[in-house]
């Protein structure tokens, strides 16, 4: 009794596993809903796909933006602080951009939404593993 117990539980667990959500926040940025998803959850050192979607107040998708997504961690002891920056391509209604996170810990995120001349900024923190 004990062993199957003992197996169901590691099923369970590896089911979890697999099917385990992406990292996903929303955010308000200005006149904008925002979503945000990375591949990853928790983030990771290395590769994080992220998927970013972006409505208008009446719920439409914008797709006519500059979205750039800036990411980094402040200095430490010893560290200078680390500041990236990558371009987000459009794929359909979304927008998508890869961070390249070197080291594990707290990052802060800044998706900057540009349109014409007024950008709106959503701001979140991340800990990769």
Do not use: H
């Not at 667990?13 to 940025?29: H, I, N």
């Not at 990853?40 to 107040?57: F, L, Q, S, T, W």
């Not at 802060?108 to 709106?120: A, E, H, M």
Request: with cysteine.
């Amino acid at each position: 009794m004990k062993r199957v117990l003992i197996v169901l539980t590691g099923l369970l667990f590896l089911c979890g596993a697999a099917y385990a959500k992406d990292y996903e926040v929303k955010k308000k940025a200005g006149d904008y809903d925002v979503e945000i998803r990375i591949d990853k959850n928790p983030p990771v050192v290395g590769k994080n796909n992220m998927e970013i979607e972006i409505k208008d107040k009446s719920g439409k998708y914008v797709t006519g933006a500059k979205v750039v997504v800036e990411y980094g961690m402040p200095a430490m002891p010893g560290m200078p602080a680390m500041d990236y920056k990558t371009d987000a391509e459009l794929k359909g209604d979304e927008y998508r951009a890869t961070m390249d996170v070197s080291m594990s810990g707290s990052w802060n995120v800044v998706v900057k939404i540009t349109q014409g001349d007024k950008t709106s900024k959503a701001k979140f923190s991340i800990d990769a593993q």
